[in-house]
């Protein structure tokens, strides 16, 4: 497989165009290198405030951005605005550098390492400690000096608020950071231990046959897809936007593949959502339901993959509007994501005969010379995310 990140963390897909939870946007100028005095150059990083329940010397709840535009985090974090009346707080979604608006050098932000080597947890975490500084003496007062301030986040924003408690203890009394893989860095947790857990899943609520149906379509695809018969085939039964030309468009569909499941596990949540793409309840139950109902028993590869297709729709065409089947991600919050990936984020993660994915070791070589080719990066040392943020400690 030819892919330099696993999708674990969560990229924004399509943002709803119903908007539940409404709050008002603003900007902060923030240093653009908070570590040296190289330079003195500021940019506006985007946070939203929602203070109906704010009531004065109430905390602040600081939602520490993650890799998308924060009105998605926003739009899917009900539990502060559920719990902020208890406790008269200020609700805070404070957007990560790069992803969003909050872009450092606009449009030229992406265009080589020189503008993009500004974007590192490090230094996000030093913007939100920032914001946070301004809005504690915009709410200070004579009896509470210090607002406190509690860090929510998710996922990879759920990384950032445990470090922001664990780096700038006097910036924040806690956080709560859900999901959040603080410990999936080189030899703290086994690299099959994520993709385990997605197929347990999968299992859990589809069933053996459904991942074993995964598990079998790698080779399905590899070996229907060998010559451009094949090829146009598959591109026909999946509908695929771009059709299928090269080996390399292979490895990309199976990544893509990767990631489908993943984000189905993540996003397996009781109720529809809108996060990553728009999903049913329980989309792996229904993923998997459809994979039983187009089986026909599997006498060869092409049916496997005619059923796969049709579960897949699930994840590629709930709203039943899609054209095509769009299998090239290419929004801002994936280079921003690979950049990171590359340079920090180092996620150590291989899959085995024990999960139902395409069975891949982890190689920190080859993941660094992917990096080179395709972001035109290399991480320094896989240990870098340990050194930075402790690891055990
Ligand atoms: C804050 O969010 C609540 C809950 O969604 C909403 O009722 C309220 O109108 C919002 N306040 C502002 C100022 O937008
Ligand atoms: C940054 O600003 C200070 C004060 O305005 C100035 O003295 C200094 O030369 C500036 N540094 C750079 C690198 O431009
Ligand atoms: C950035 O935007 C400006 C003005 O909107 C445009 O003239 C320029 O071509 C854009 N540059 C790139 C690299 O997209
Ligand atoms: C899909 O195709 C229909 C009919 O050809 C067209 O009206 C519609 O705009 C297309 N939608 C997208 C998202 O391309
Ligand atoms: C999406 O679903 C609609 C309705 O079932 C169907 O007409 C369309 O072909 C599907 N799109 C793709 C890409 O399969």
């Not at 200070?140 to 406190?148: I, R």
């Not at 229907?224 to 468009?249: F, H, Q, Y």
């Not at 897949?312 to 054209?323: E, G, H, R, S």
């Not at 005969?353 to 080179?372: A, G, T, V």
Request: net charge negative.
């Amino acid at each position: 497989m030819e892919s330099i990140v696993i999708g674990l963390i969560l990229f924004p897909a399509v943002i709803s165009g119903n908007l539940n939870y409404v709050l008002d946007t603003k900007y902060i100028n923030v240093p653009l290198d908070h570590f040296s005095f190289a330079n003195n150059l500021t940019f506006k990083l985007r946070y939203l405030v929602n203070d109906t329940y704010h009531v004065e010397r109430g905390p602040i709840f600081f939602y520490t951005g993650n890799e998308g535009d924060i009105n998605l985090f926003a739009q899917n974090t009900g539990f502060m605005f559920d719990i902020a009346p208890y406790f008269n707080a200020l609700i805070v979604f404070a957007e990560h550098r790069y992803y969003g608006t909050s872009l450092p050098f606009g449009n030229l932000s992406y265009t080589s390492p020189k503008y993009l080597g500004y974007l590192s947890s490090g230094q996000a975490l030093a913007d939100y400690v920032y914001l946070i500084n301004d809005l504690q003496n915009r709410y200070a007062t004579k009896e509470l000096w210090k607002v406190p301030v509690v860090a929510f986040g998710g996922s990879y924003g759920g990384m950032l608020s445990a470090w922001l408690r664990m780096k700038y203890p006097s910036s924040v009394v806690g956080a709560i950071a859900s999901s959040a893989p603080i410990w999936q860095f080189k030899d703290l947790t086994p690299c099959e231990n994520f993709n385990r857990i997605v197929t347990n899943v999968f299992e859990g609520f589809g069933g053996e046959k459904c991942s074993r149906t995964i598990k079998n379509s790698w080779n399905a695809i590899r070996s229907v897809t060998k010559d451009d018969t094949g090829k146009v085939m598959l591109s026909k039964l999946w509908n695929l936007c771009t059709p299928l030309k090269t080996k390399d468009d292979i490895d990309n569909i199976i990544d893509w593949l990767t990631n489908v499941y993943t984000d189905l596990a993540m996003a397996n949540y009781p109720y529809p959502v809108n996060f990553l793409a728009p999903l049913p309840a329980y989309p792996v139950r229904e993923f998997c339901n459809r994979i039983q109902q187009n089986s026909y028993d599997y006498k060869n590869d092409t049916d496997i993959l005619n059923s796969l297709g049709k579960a897949l729709q699930v994840y590629t065409n709930y709203t039943k509007t899609t054209n095509c089947t769009n299998t090239v991600a290419d929004n801002l919050g994936d280079s921003g994501w690979n950049f990171q990936a590359c340079t920090e984020m180092i996620m150590p993660m291989c899959s085995t005969d024990l999960d139902m994915f395409e069975n891949n070791d982890w190689d920190f070589k080859k993941y660094s010379d992917d990096c080179f080719t395709k972001e035109g990066v290399r991480p320094r040392s896989e240990d870098v995310p340990i050194l930075e943020y402790g690891g055990k400690f």
